[in-house]
């Protein structure tokens, strides 16, 4: 929890990065410096965790209605049923032994017992993680790098006709609702529209008939259009941070040295600008890791990926509490996580962070 | 010359001032001509929201006297086709372009008002307050906003008022960050000091001072993030969190995809409400941009 951290804007990370902290330490080693600022940082992460688990609890309960009555929803139940089940879910117990039960729990990753599927939240989620990383990782892998790529020419022919298209683009792409897009791209691909076949599958993983390469085939046939979904709305705010870190990197002396040098612009661009300028959009490119997980809820419903958004989806439609708070807790969980990395990454790669 | 002159004349005096640099900020912006297509984008569509009780009349949401049947292709009576209960989709578009803007200006307002309330008091109270309200700041941060807005909807009733609120509380931490700073440093100027002296509170500096100051800053974050609020609000009806009761445009698109228009391709039925969500959305970025090129010139520059 630093200005590092919570920086959307390359002006905020700017402001962290020429903060005088921790000016005391200035005269220790740089070694016990950076295990100082880890120290801090690791600290501030476990505040951030407990504050999660904190509001996970007390938000969901102030939910009015009876969370047995939802459970039993058009049954017939006796009241001693009833009692039992609130004996079973721990909700007939004191509210401070009830949040006390429920930390002490999830720091053992037990996260209680879905509703819905009679199963514990834990293996669900741990279940469907894996079709969320592979989605939001590969999809994050391209976005990140098709933004560097573009920002960095966008930036460096700043206000051509190549960087006006480039940022109109992606920014009309970014104003549009990831899920009406996945819907058209369904509409367009997947339906088949007139005499044009369905191209890419509609929803779902894999179809389940294959094995080995073919099954890796098969489930990157699926990945095409939630891929394309995700990178499609998410790759503007790293070209737009791209662009504008390189664009305030290239009035710097070092750039006219390194001309003067008689560099080729090409050899000054790759060797002395894009790695300075890629520094905020690094830290960038972490907190959005932390976003994605939480941001793929709609394009995985959309597509019926199996991962955790899909997962949340249902939770939510029952509402099924101890899943919706799981997942509330998991995607919180990445965020803080991330945030960490970030901080943790960001003194190695600029100098003048954390000394 | 009387003496009720005076603060007559110091009024004019401040307004002329105020004139003149709303002149200059509008020259500065004129030469930003992606704001322009922005701001004129904006006052296409608040033209047909405003006039959308003359052209198209509060009947056009009504499913009970519908005047077509449902689901059909785009004809010379209904533009852009039916929806499932026989409801004119071009009716509704118009229609719902005034829920759209509505939630999307309140929730903005709502989340720049706690953000600049936060913000100006850690920045100027500093101290305990201060590390206190920043802490409850960066928690809002490490928090998925969009996870957060949804577990809050599904908690609360279902209500416009609802999504209001969600997408208020949730989205302020980054203006409070902002406003912080600047707070601090318009409090280190001189004037403040001789406001000070003078016997000015803290409630007169807060409120004469630095507000103003922060002003345009927190201006361009309220452009920026109604298009935020108004694609969060389209997410949240798109969930079946939004009012049952009234069309907005993310409504519409979770009436198209439960009507099975995906499966059946229905292009006609699902394109329009997205392609306006994008459009006012792309409007109030493009002009939250070219304000804040303007107010900073560093940035200008980008």
């Given at each position: 929890m630093t200005t590092a951290s919570s920086a959307d804007t390359p002006a905020v990370v700017a402001e962290a990065r020429t903060e005088p902290r921790g000016r005391r330490f200035a005269a220790a080693g740089p070694v016990l410096t950076y295990l100082r600022y880890v120290g801090g940082k690791l600290a501030g992460a476990v505040v951030s965790l407990f504050a999660v688990l904190v509001t996970s609890f007390f938000l969901f309960r102030i939910i009015p209605g009876d969370p047995v009555r939802t459970m039993t929803h058009g049954r017939q139940v006796s009241v001693e049923q009833l009692a039992a089940l609130r004996g079973q879910f721990g909700l007939d117990l004191p509210m401070w032994q009830q949040f006390t039960d429920y930390c002490g729990k999830a720091l053992t990753g037990d996260l209680g017992t879905s509703y819905?599927?009679?199963?514990?939240v834990g293996s669900l989620i741990a279940e469907k993680l894996p079709a969320t990383l592979l989605l939001t990782g590969t999809a994050v892998v391209i976005y990140s790098a098709l933004g560097i790529w573009l920002g960095t020419r966008s930036a460096w022919r700043r206000g051509g006709l190549g960087d006006r298209f480039n940022t109109g683009l992606a920014l009309t792409l970014w104003s549009v609702p990831s899920f009406w897009l996945g819907l058209l791209l369904i509409i367009a691909f997947s339906v088949g529209a007139g005499p044009v076949p369905g191209l890419f599958p509609t929803g779902g993983m894999e179809s389940g008939d294959t094995t080995g390469f073919g099954h890796v085939l098969d489930v990157a046939h699926h990945m095409v259009l939630p891929v394309l979904t995700l990178v499609a709305v998410q790759y503007a705010q790293t070209l737009l941070v791209m662009r504008s870190s390189l664009i305030d990197e290239m009035g710097g002396d070092y750039l006219t040295t390194a001309r003067a040098k008689g560099l080729r612009d090409d050899a000054v661009r790759r060797h002395h600008a894009v790695p300075n300028a890629l520094l905020p959009t690094v830290t960038m490119l972490f907190i959005n890791l932390g976003h994605v997980a939480a941001g793929s809820i709609l394009v995985e419903t959309v597509f019926s990926w199996p991962g955790l958004g899909g997962l949340f989806y249902q939770a939510l439609s029952v509402p099924d509490l101890p899943l919706v708070q799981g997942l509330f807790v998991v995607f919180a969980g990445a965020m803080i996580l991330m945030n960490l990395l970030a901080d943790l990454l960001y003194p190695l790669l600029d100098p003048r962070v954390g000394r | 010359m009387t003496t009720t002159t005076v603060p007559d004349k110091a009024g004019s005096l401040a307004w002329a001032r105020r004139r003149d640099s709303l002149a200059r900020f509008w020259r500065s912006y004129r030469t930003h001509r992606a704001g322009l297509y922005g701001l004129a984008g904006l006052a296409v569509i608040a033209l047909i929201a405003l006039t959308a009780p003359l052209t198209v009349g509060e009947d056009v949401q009504s499913v009970t006297s519908a005047p077509g049947t449902a689901l059909e292709s785009p004809s010379g009576q209904f533009p852009l086709g039916t929806d499932q209960f026989g409801r004119s989709l071009l009716g509704l578009l118009i229609w719902g372009a005034r829920i759209s803007l509505a939630v999307g200006l309140l929730a903005a307002a709502l989340s720049v008002a706690i953000g600049t309330l936060v913000g100006i008091l850690a920045g100027h109270y500093g101290g305990w307050l201060s590390t206190a309200l920043m802490r409850i700041t960066d928690w809002f941060l490490v928090m998925p906003t969009l996870v957060l807005a949804i577990v809050l909807a599904t908690v609360m009733s279902h209500s416009l008022w609802t999504v209001i609120l969600a997408i208020g509380v949730t989205s302020w931490p980054t203006t409070a960050r902002l406003v912080r700073a600047q707070t601090i440093a318009v409090e280190s100027r001189p004037y403040i000091e001789r406001a000070r002296a003078l016997g000015g509170g803290h409630g007169h500096i807060m409120s004469r001072h630095v507000l103003p100051n922060v002003m345009p800053l927190v201006l361009a974050q309220t452009t920026l993030g109604i298009s935020n609020a108004i694609l969060t609000e389209a997410t949240l009806a798109f969930l079946g969190l939004g009012d049952p009761t009234v069309v907005s445009w993310g409504g519409m698109l979770q009436d198209a995809r439960e009507a099975g228009a995906v499966s059946s391709g229905h292009w006609w039925y699902l394109a329009p409400p997205g392609i306006a969500i994008a459009l006012v959305a792309l409007s109030f970025t493009l002009c939250g941009r070219a304000v804040e090129a303007v107010l900073n010139p560093k940035l200008g520059a980008r």
């Open positions: 819905q599927f009679h199963a514990p | -």
